[in-house]
């Protein structure tokens, strides 16, 4: 019984190995010409050489030796890597092989022992490749001048209007539809953005609070890690500068220099492994829910400004105006992030946000009918 469940462990251990190499393998053929090519293609050749003892141990055993088989799981992170880059599966290897090694935990074979120190490596590496990454795409197209910097701000701000004046507008549609009197239709509006905002604005302040909580916490691991195991905090920051583009020998030296200021090291890793400013960690929750509401309440405001001066249809009407002119601004206003014409975004929006206001303004009419 006991022969039988170390052939079916082995042979579980051959299909991982297999697996990763294949995974490693494609990640080093989709960008030859990245720094961290050479490093994919080490890892390959190790998982490589962990299959072969596994065939081995099963060969000497008197056991099959099951043919290749790739999982789901590589066939999909390798068209991931192919399609978009190596880069964009390394989070998720990284938390993949968080736990890598530990399946030969209680295997007494030294050879097991190994490979299980090579998998922690390859944990760690994978760490320090998917910081390492965080440099590799906008912020060096930010120094190199191709794009503007502060997009996500404008994108955040851009957004929040939209979705402020996009759901009001249909709101107070929908309640027009059912021939609401001017008093309710104000009511609504009111009411729809003063919740929407403290939606967004508590939605907002949760999001970054739970943020930097979350790098307090993982800096917390950092100084635990830097305190218990320096030699290796240093290597996952030389392979960091070693993804970035520097040669290996000055990455290590790099490494060492920096980890050697007891003062800053642990400000360093937090930048460069978890890509956390420690002065920063997410900015201010409260800020952050402020401008949420204030954006959001800037677009709802919009659809709702007619009704303070006029009703019935022209109200309607007029609030179609002013939300469509604020519809096509919020549309104009993307291409600066997008690059695509003003024009045609705007027209866009507005297309898109009276169709919604549309279908709202006709459900209204149709319950209210019913109801009535």
């Known amino acids: 019984m006991t022969v ?44 490589r050489r962990h299959a072969a003892h596994w065939e081995q141990r099963l060969r000497e055993a008197g056991a099959a030796v099951p043919s290749v088989r790739l999982n789901w799981r590589t066939w999909v992170l390798a068209w991931l890597a192919r399609r978009w880059g190596p880069a964009l599966v390394l989070p998720t290897l990284a938390a993949v092989e968080r736990d890598a090694g530990s399946e030969y935990a209680g295997d007494p ?37 191709r794009h503007k910097a502060g997009g996500n701000a404008l994108r955040a701000a851009v ?13 107070i549609m929908g309640v027009a539809g059912a021939q609401a009197s001017g008093g309710t239709l104000i009511v609504t509006g009111l009411a729809g953005l003063v919740a929407g905002a403290c939606s967004m604005a508590l939605g907002e302040w949760l999001s970054v609070q739970s943020a930097r909580e979350l790098y307090t916490h993982q800096i917390k691991i950092e100084a635990d890690e830097l305190a218990e195991a320096p030699e290796e905090e240093q290597e996952e ?10 040669p290996p020998d000055e990455a290590r030296k790099l490494a060492e220099r920096l980890l ?75 291409t600066l992030m997008t690059g695509r014409s003003a ?28 109801l009535g």
């Open 159 to 171: 957004l929040g209007a939209n979705d402020g004046l996009l759901s009001n507008f249909s709101l």
């Open 4 to 47: 039988h469940a170390d052939h079916k462990r082995w042979r579980q251990s051959l299909t991982a190995e297999r697996n990763a190499a294949a995974l490693y393998q494609e990640m080093a053929e989709a960008d030859p010409q990245a720094p961290a090519a050479k490093l994919y293609t080490k890892l390959a050749d190790t998982e």
């Open 237 to 246: 920051l030389a392979l960091i500068y070693q993804a970035k583009g520097l």
């Open 260 to 334: 050697s200021d007891k003062d800053h090291a642990l400000d360093t890793l937090a930048r460069e492994e978890l890509g956390i400013d420690p002065d920063e960690l997410g900015g201010s929750a409260w800020e952050a829910a402020g401008t949420s509401f204030l954006l959001f309440a800037f677009g709802a405001v919009l659809p709702l400004l007619p009704f303070f001066f006029t009703s019935g249809r022209a109200g309607v009407i007029w609030s179609a105006v002013a939300s469509a002119a604020g519809l096509f601004t919020i549309g104009a206003a993307i």
């Open 343 to 370: 024009l045609w975004s705007g027209l866009r929006q507005v297309l898109i946000g009276l169709a919604a206001a549309g279908v709202t303004y006709l459900l209204g009419h149709l319950v209210g009918g019913h």
């Open 109 to 145: 074979d030294r050879a097991a022992q190994e490979m299980a120190r090579d998998e922690r490596g390859h944990a760690r590496m994978f760490r320090a490749l998917a910081a390492g990454a965080q440099l590799s795409g906008g912020d060096v197209a930010k120094l190199e001048g």
